[in-house]
């Protein structure tokens, strides 16, 4: 029973690695790349990217969570590929599907893969009403 | 009208990444309750129209997918702590980074429980929601609901890009499950106790099976939810089970008769109540304190009774289908003792007949509501309660008076008034609120 769930579940439902990575997995990771979304930002111009048309869907924005510009949103990536708080699931292009950052704000923020290449994330923060976000900031604390 | 409905309002596509996700961006509608109390949990402030909006814009998709991913759960477990059960029950778990409601499904297996806590600021998002609600909606309306969500998102899929594989596979597997009524009753026990069909671990279904023979059918249910309180599991529950039926001590249940059942739907704790009042129609006793002569009479024992010592697994064992029914206090203090006997009793009209075990937990399944509620309103009817407060006021004291009164205990005093709101919630203690 529930064979199909299971295997769907493991493969959508965000779980945090308790695994760490091989060396060879955090050199791979720390090869991806950021792309913004339009979606997750109010102001989408300010990172280059085209304004979605309306209606907008209802996305979590980088702006509430303080991120206005591309380079602070990099950097902030960076230290995600660093860290390497990621999922479980690990997509066939050998990348975490996601992995999670903290920033000095205690803002946690989720890098999605998927973009114009392989390789390429982008990212939202999450909101304190998601379970994950205080899972995400208690492992965030312990990760060396 | 179904207490539960989920309406796409219009398909609104994108183009963003997921082609499932894109083509089921929906401006969505979640409407739960009946009546006067039917609540929007949709409702947002969105804070670049500036305007208020009953629906939000999301993927129908991934709504859809959670929703049956967690099925049974969602349909069958309780109200538990901690981030784990949320993320089974939450809808704002669903992520792939949209801002999804600050709403916790949770079942008592009759009903399911939808609370939703309104935002007092956005939080990462442009939108804030502004529902606050505690509803209880009928299982079957919730089944259908999703079913219907799930349907017209395969629906629209098709019409896009092509029926989701994933999508039907997990309908149909879920199907069986449900239409199946032995695959349907292992699931269900593993969601009450908290897993995911399939995810028990090797031999936990057949030493259910087993523990299953010994307590009866319905009672299952109830150890199952309490399994994850249970430091040793369902071996602690199998002994919790052995020292209730060795238990030297005995009250008579047999007296208690089943009146007839309600014309209407009731939830839980409306059925407790009502159950009460039957019961003290019993006892020729409809109104003020039961007195210890009188709940010792007709429970067969004196009371107050011995107190044995603390234990994991609380009820009582009924065997010889006669009423008789081994007990284990696990409290000392008189009023607690009897609002413990007064629980079993309240146990042993809503369990069924095949059932010898009487669970006594602090479980949010639909028994044990039942079992508070009956409790409450027997040891202390609230017609008699409102009197005496309206006489006597709602200080503490006067609370204090009430409790001495009834011979129950302060919580069960502030407990049936903040029920019948008439007192606030903030003057329960604060692990209760």
Known sequence: MGKKAQQLRHETIRTIRTAPLTDAQRKHLEGATYEGSPFHKRNPGDFGLTPPAAPRPDKTLCDEAGIFKKVVATRLFKRGTKRALVSEFMTPAGFPKEFWVVDSEGNVFEAMYGGSREGAYHGYPIRRSDPLFDKVSSAWKKKP | MSAIDFQVCEWLGTWDSDPRQDATLASLRLDAGAGAGRVCLTDVYDQIARTVRPYINVSAYALARWLLLNWWRLRWEPPRRGADWLLAHSLAAIGEGYAWPPAVIS???????????????????????????????PAADFEAAVDGLAGQVQLRLSACSGEDRDLRELQEELAEERTDPQLANTCRLQAIAGFNPGDA?????????????????????????????????????????????????????????????????????????????????????????????TLGDCLGTALPMPFIERRALKGGFRSNGNGRTRVAVPNARPESQRFYLARLMGGALFASKDDHLLAVTDAGT???????????????????????????????????????????????????????????RERLPQALQ
């Open chain 2, 107 to 137: 079942s008592d297996g009759e009903f399911i429980q939808i609370q939703a806590s309104a935002e007092s600021a956005c939080d990462v998002a442009a939108i804030r929601y502004l529902a606050n609600a505690m509803l209880d909606v």
């Open chain 2, 201 to 293: 671990p090797a031999g936990w279904l057949d030493e259910m099976e087993n523990l299953c023979h010994g307590v009866g059918p319905g009672a299952i249910g109830e150890l199952a939810a309490v399994l994850p309180s249970l430091r040793g599991g369902l071996q602690e529950a199998q002994e919790g089970v052995n020292q209730l039926r060795r238990s030297g001590h005995e009250i008579d249940l047999g007296w208690l008769r089943t009146p007839p059942r309600s014309k209407h739907p009731e939830l839980p704790w409306e059925k407790g109540a009502r159950l009460a009042v039957f019961v003290r129609q019993l006892l020729g006793q409809e109104s003020g304190p039961l007195t210890d002569s």
């Open chain 2, 366 to 424: 639909a028994m044990q509501k039942c079992e508070r509620s009956f409790a409450q309103e027997l040891l202390c009817p609230w017609r008699d309660l409102d009197a005496f407060t309206d006489e006597n006021g709602l200080g503490d004291d006067a609370i204090a008076d009430a409790g001495e009164h009834f011979q129950v205990s302060d919580w069960v005093i502030r407990t049936a008034l903040v029920n019948k709101h008439k007192l606030p």
